[in-house]
């Protein structure tokens, strides 16, 4: 069951926009030197790693807010002149010797600055457009370095008001006794299955105590017993094929009418999830072909496992 704290954090991050609007000043042209620092910092094959840092200046402003309430405004660059509407997006603080640091670095329609403070810095989120009727908010707390991802919920609009969750993936706060839990919440993959995950951070309890990622399926379909899973995950220009190393557990009841199978995959075998554009699941019980809801919320789940859990690169 998720903590008090997450179920705060994923309020927070659900409020809509309208609700926690902001002021902001207005955007305006970056020096020649944070253009410099925004090429540095610039990720392997982005887009704005290959502009002169002339280019930059004409393709990126920034607006001035200050997040800590220091007196020095820290600096919103957008990327809105040089894409759609996702952008790429940085905030910097503004150190002595103009210099810069980076606090946040991310994609989406624009930061909300949230209420809610810790250690004088207050929680962000930045909402990413998926379609008409849904998209994901992301929330990042300042970690005394820069601003870390927390959270990702994807919702829909339903119409006549308000929004559907479609699945959430959070970083949990240690609580008394326990490490912090990456979790990827029950999600609707077809045909009576949802599938869960989580991995518990034990950085500092050393590697022989740390138990694997786990990987959960739940459904009333499932056999009482042993039961294998045959995977498959596709990428374009390659085929992983898992089935030669199947995933196998013993079902156990969950309380009500589904059955639980709890799974390992290898590191090799989460990489392929992250990487794989379709994934079906083979065996008694299972749909076969996985929703596309639940292979976005284990991408998700994945692409931050891998800060914690160092996973192979992907098969050739």
Not at 97 to 102: A, T
Not at 153 to 160: I, L, S, W
């Amino acid at each position: 069951m998720p903590s008090r704290a997450l179920v705060t954090l994923l309020a927070l991050a659900c409020l809509p926009a309208a609700a926690l609007a902001q002021t902001r000043p207005r955007s305006v042209p970056i020096p020649r030197a944070l253009a410099v620092q925004v090429k540095a910092d610039a990720e392997d094959g982005a887009d704005i790693a290959e502009l002169r840092v002339e280019e930059i200046q004409a393709a990126v402003t920034m607006v001035p807010k200050d997040l800590n309430g220091d007196g020095v405004p820290e600096l919103f660059v957008e990327g809105t002149r040089y894409c759609g509407t996702n952008c790429e997006r940085w905030i910097y603080r503004l150190l002595p010797g103009n210099r810069y640091s980076l606090l946040y670095h991310g994609w989406g329609t624009g930061e909300t600055v949230l209420p809610q403070r810790i250690n004088g810095w207050p929680l962000i989120t930045e909402y990413s457009h998926m379609s008409c009727c849904e998209g994901g908010t992301h929330l990042y707390r300042f970690d005394g370095g820069r601003y870390r991802w927390r959270s990702s919920v994807e919702a829909a609009t339903r119409a006549r008001g308000g929004d559907s969750v479609i699945y959430r993936v959070a970083l949990l706060s240690a609580q008394a006794g326990q490490p912090e839990t990456l979790l990827m919440e029950p999600v609707h993959a077809g045909d009576g299955l949802r599938l869960a995950a989580r991995f518990d951070l034990c950085r500092r309890a050393g590697a022989a105590l740390c138990s694997p990622p786990v990987l959960r399926l739940l459904s009333a379909h499932l056999p009482s017993g042993r039961v294998c899973v045959e995977v498959h995950a596709v990428a374009r220009e390659r085929r992983y094929d898992l089935s030669g190393n199947r995933w196998c557990g013993v079902t156990a009841a969950s309380g009500g009418t589904e059955r639980v199978l709890e799974l390992r995959p290898s590191r090799s075998d989460w990489a392929a999830l992250h990487y794989g554009e379709s994934l079906e699941m083979r065996g008694p019980g299972l749909p076969g072909e996985v929703s596309l809801d639940a292979r976005a919320a284990l991408h998700v789940f994945v692409t931050h496992l891998a800060d914690v859990y160092s996973l192979p690169p992907p098969a050739q």
